[in-house]
T-cell receptor
């Protein structure tokens, strides 16, 4: 039973445009959400996070939106760059960032030059 | 720049053999996690430790997998005996207090 779902396996976007990556969750106990980015042959690296007490968090070109009532979050990348091409994992925790994380299966983002 | 170190990076072994994967967490981090990545399941949690004490290993097949932290600088994940279905990339991650986890670059295991 997937508690964190990333239903689109891949996304292709033109350089300079917006990338929107979606994630849904089913466990209402989750109160902290993170996005990790992964390049081939490397481990996931932390990108951005959001606590359930907020509905938006922004860091440079990256913004995460949280809709608790819909149990949905999204990652916006504006503008997209070719170096953003990677696999993006959505993760959730019931006890903060340094705790057991439940991951989605990931979305492969390709940014076309 | 501190990082989590995993060895070996690649391991090819025959079915039935013992496999040991090692992880050196970032100095000072008090939590260590083992995750497994497969195409079908994505990233699955196998086990995790806080202050070297095991907190949760419910994701591990107990009959063949074992995870330990002999000291604060070393975490190990052993598979005995290994099976072809264990083929995956195994990631170790470490963390501290309320900060996000840092992942190593993984051990790619192939069991033939």
């Amino acid at each position: 039973d997937q508690q964190v779902k990333q239903n689109s396996p891949s996304l292709s976007v033109q350089e300079g445009r917006i990338s929107i990556l979606n994630c849904d969750y089913t466990n209402s106990m989750f109160d902290y959400f993170l996005w990790y980015k992964k390049y081939p042959a490397e481990g996931p690296t932390f990108l951005i996070s959001i606590s359930s007490i907020k509905d938006k968090n922004e860091d440079g070109r990256f913004t995460v939106f949280l809709n608790k009532s819909a149990k949905h979050l999204s990652l916006h990348i504006v503008p997209s760059q070719p170096g953003d091409s990677a696999v993006y994992f959505c993760a959730a925790s019931a006890t903060g960032a340094n705790s057991k994380l439940t991951f989605g299966k990931g979305i492969t983002l390709s940014v076309r030059p | 720049d501190a990082r989590v170190t995993q060895t070996p990076r690649h391991k090819v072994t025959e079915m039935g053999q013992e496999v040991t994967m090692r992880c050196q967490p970032i100095l000072g981090h008090n939590t260590v996690f083992w995750y497994r990545q497969t195409m079908m399941q994505g990233l699955e949690l196998l086990a995790y430790f806080r202050n070297r004490a095991p907190l949760d290993d419910s994701g591990m097949p107990k009959d063949r997998f074992s995870a330990e932290m002999p000291d604060a600088t070393l975490a190990t994940l052993k598979i005995q005996p290994s099976e072809p279905r264990d083929s995956a990339v195994y990631f170790c991650a470490s963390g501290l207090v309320s900060n996000p986890l840092h992942f190593g670059n993984g051990t790619r295991l192939t069991v033939t």
